[in-house]
């Protein structure tokens, strides 16, 4: 049974950074490409970043390139997302997921306020 645990949502201001974690279990971790994506009130779910099995290729949505960084740490089946120079529009529930598979973690809120 695959399970993904985000972590490290909270309330930030306008500016400041958080710094997400997903920890994975119950997979060859190494061995799958890993995604953020978010969820805003009353929005579909969109794509954040993305990360390959190595770490050597990663993506971005254009609305969070040059503030989000994704990374990966094999050794500890844990995907993380910095997210620096934050704003109010990028309020929602964010989740990692196993890339091409329908396995999600639960999500973490992130609320930036103005």
């Known amino acids: 049974q695959v399970q993904l645990v985000e972590s490290g949502g909270g309330l930030v201001q306008s500016g400041g950074s958080l710094r997400l974690s997903c920890a994975a279990s119950?997979?060859?971790?190494?061995?799958?490409?890993m995604g953020w994506f978010r969820q805003a009130p009353g929005k579909e779910r969109e794509f954040v970043a993305s990360i390959s099995w190595s770490g050597g290729s990663t993506y971005y949505a254009d609305s969070v390139k040059g503030r989000f960084t994704i990374s990966r740490d094999n050794a500890k089946n844990t995907v993380y997302l910095q997210m620096n120079s934050l704003k109010p529009e990028d309020t929602a529930v964010y989740y990692c997921?196993?890339?091409?598979?329908?396995?999600w973690g639960q999500g973490t809120q992130v609320t930036v306020s103005s």
């Open positions: 997921k196993v890339v091409g598979s329908e396995y």
């Open positions: 119950g997979c060859t971790f190494s061995s799958y490409a």
